[in-house]
């Protein structure tokens, strides 16, 4: 299986959360959009209305931001989510991705506390060649946990079209629109989970309709027996939903 919408309950204020970070006026930056609504901005500022914003870093702790701009987010997710442990929670504008699949080990390594630093230290430097990194036996250790329990790539939605995310057979290539094959999310829930290790998938926002999409994206460890249940909870009340490898061509 490598998508299928989550059987939990839809998040609260929905419409204030993105009005929290979708901010007002902007300035581009060499790491996206930047809110400027003071004259002068501190660090935690700049990261709260990134194109990303981290709302639990490095399995250490919420952010600042998370606990002050959305504590709905935190307690939707402490209730409803078979997480043993987080490493990052992050809200992000999904523009246009062309087939992927994510790079959770870069995630959760310790070269992306590094980048983190150096970004917050106000440095200018371009998103690292992460196919050069070398990582530890831990880290590899939970990539492994990861790809043993697929779907395992938790996602929710804020703001913008349900029916742009979509899988492929092949990565990093130019796909005709009938190799595309789109997911759909319920107006009834929120999230969904896919397989992110090893399935390609990308989004082609809609205009208008995307320009503020917000997802959320949660790379963890999961409680296996929980997460296990919930996926084919899920599964049962969302059949017509579901998309498994074999219907991707």
Same mark, same amino acid.
């Given at each position: 299986?490598i998508f299928?919408?989550l059987?939990?309950?839809?998040?609260?204020?929905k419409?204030?959360l993105?009005?929290?970070?979708?901010?007002?006026?902007?300035?581009?930056g060499?790491?996206?959009?930047?809110?400027?609504?003071k004259?002068?901005?501190?660090?935690t500022d700049r990261?709260?209305h990134?194109?990303?914003?981290n709302?639990?870093?490095?399995?250490?702790?919420?952010?600042?931001?998370a606990?002050k *701009? #959305?504590p709905e987010?935190i307690?939707?997710? =402490?209730?409803n989510?078979?997480?043993?442990k %987080?490493?990052?929670i992050?809200? !992000?504008?999904l523009?246009k991705?062309?087939?992927h699949?994510?790079?959770?080990?870069?995630w959760?390594?310790?070269?992306?506390?590094?980048?983190?630093?150096k970004?917050?230290?106000?440095?200018?430097?371009?998103?690292?060649?992460t196919?050069?990194?070398?990582?530890? *036996? #831990?880290?590899?250790?939970?990539?492994?946990? =990861?790809?043993?329990?697929?779907?395992?790539? %938790?996602?929710f939605i804020?703001s !913008?079209?349900?029916d742009?995310l979509?899988?492929s057979?092949?990565?990093?290539?130019?796909?005709?629109?009938?190799?595309?094959?789109?997911?759909?999310?319920?107006?009834?829930?929120?999230?969904?989970?896919?397989?992110?290790?090893?399935?390609?998938h990308?989004?082609?926002?809609?205009?208008?309709?995307?320009?503020d999409?917000?997802?959320?994206?949660?790379?963890?460890?999961?409680?296996?027996?929980?997460h296990?249940?919930?996926?084919?909870?899920?599964?049962?009340?969302y059949?017509?939903?579901?998309?498994t490898?074999e219907m991707?061509?």
């Amino acid at each position: 299986m490598i998508f299928v919408p989550l059987d939990l309950p839809p998040i609260p204020n929905k419409s204030e959360l993105v009005k929290r970070f979708v901010g007002t006026t902007y300035i581009t930056g060499h790491c996206g959009r930047i809110e400027v609504e003071k004259e002068n901005m501190t660090i935690t500022d700049r990261f709260s209305h990134w194109t990303e914003t981290n709302l639990y870093w490095r399995d250490r702790h919420w952010t600042d931001i998370a606990k002050k *701009d #959305f504590p709905e987010i935190i307690d939707w997710v =402490q209730t409803n989510l078979p997480f043993e442990k %987080y490493f990052l929670i992050r809200l !992000g504008r999904l523009y246009k991705a062309d087939p992927h699949i994510d790079n959770n080990l870069f995630w959760i390594s310790q070269q992306a506390d590094d980048l983190y630093n150096k970004l917050n230290n106000g440095e200018v430097c371009p998103f690292p060649n992460t196919d050069m990194f070398k990582y530890t *036996d #831990f880290e590899n250790s939970i990539y492994e946990h =990861q790809l043993a329990n697929e779907p395992v790539g %938790y996602r929710f939605i804020l703001s !913008g079209s349900r029916d742009t995310l979509y899988m492929s057979k092949d990565q990093r290539v130019k796909l005709s629109d009938d190799k595309k094959h789109y997911c759909m999310i319920p107006e009834d829930t929120d999230s969904y989970v896919i397989d992110n290790c090893t399935q390609p998938h990308g989004v082609d926002p809609k205009p208008g309709i995307d320009d503020d999409r917000i997802v959320g994206f949660i790379v963890g460890l999961v409680k296996p027996k929980e997460h296990k249940e919930l996926v084919q909870r899920s599964v049962e009340k969302y059949k017509k939903y579901v998309m498994t490898k074999e219907m991707v061509t």
